[in-house]
T-cell receptor, first 114, second 113 residues
């Protein structure tokens, strides 16, 4: 079953506010990925993290790979209405013989009020 | 580039019917996967493939079959549709190891009545 706990499940914020969401796991992942899904579309990759402690930014988005390799967080600064959507974290473990598989969190539904 | 193309976008099936969801990618990706998305449960892996001729089961494989005869195509077959298979299905592909993340199709919304 699901191994990633993502929180919060939903957020309602005002335009201009900052947003934080996180994912935790009971097991170690070698890669953390953050995706955004717009209504009626598939998830789109926002940020990929490959090393414990890594902090990576993509515009107003910043994500960190936790030191223990069991967690990650995503921050969005100065939110705008087009930030609305579902944000997913995903962890990846590498198995040399069977390839790599993604495990997804349950998602955070973000609503931004203008 | 078209990326990952899924067809159909919408489908309604009667219980017991079979059908195939199509997925094609034009990026020469080795890895392809099928996920289902249900409210409050994120995306769950059904089947995946690390290359042509190689497939393996994911988290929720029961009731689904896959095959990978070419690098480009990875169809998902529902053998005998059940209402529990009502969901949104996503196909995804990536380069070897998925180190650059997966590219997703736009999904197929399936309703089984």
């Amino acid at each position: 079953g699901q191994q990633l706990n993502q929180s919060p499940q939903s957020m309602f914020i005002q335009e201009g506010e900052d947003v934080s969401m996180n994912c935790t796991s009971s097991s170690i992942f070698n890669t953390w990925l953050w995706y955004k899904q717009d209504p009626g579309e598939g998830p789109v990759l926002l940020i990929a993290l490959y090393k414990a402690g890594e902090l990576t930014s993509n515009g107003r988005l910043t994500a960190q790979f936790g030191i223990t390799r069991k967690d990650s967080f995503l921050n969005i600064s100065a939110s705008i209405p087009s930030d609305v959507g579902i944000y997913f974290c995903a962890g990846q473990k590498r198995k040399e013989t069977s390839g790599s598989r993604l495990t997804f969190g349950e998602g955070t539904q973000l609503t931004v009020n203008p | 580039n078209a990326g990952v193309t899924q067809t159909p976008k919408f489908q309604v099936l009667k219980t017991g019917q079979s059908m195939t969801l199509q997925c094609a990618q034009d990026m020469n990706h080795e890895y392809m996967s099928w996920y289902r998305q249900d409210p409050g449960m994120g995306l769950r892996l059904i089947h995946y493939s690390v290359g042509a001729g190689i497939t393996d089961q994911g988290e929720v494989p029961n009731g689904y079959n896959v095959s990978r005869s070419t690098t480009e195509d990875f169809p998902l077959r529902l053998l005998s549709a059940a209402p529990s298979q009502t969901s949104v299905y996503f196909c995804a592909s990536s380069y070897r190891g998925g180190a650059l993340g997966y590219t997703f199709g736009s999904g197929t919304r399936l309703t089984v009545v």
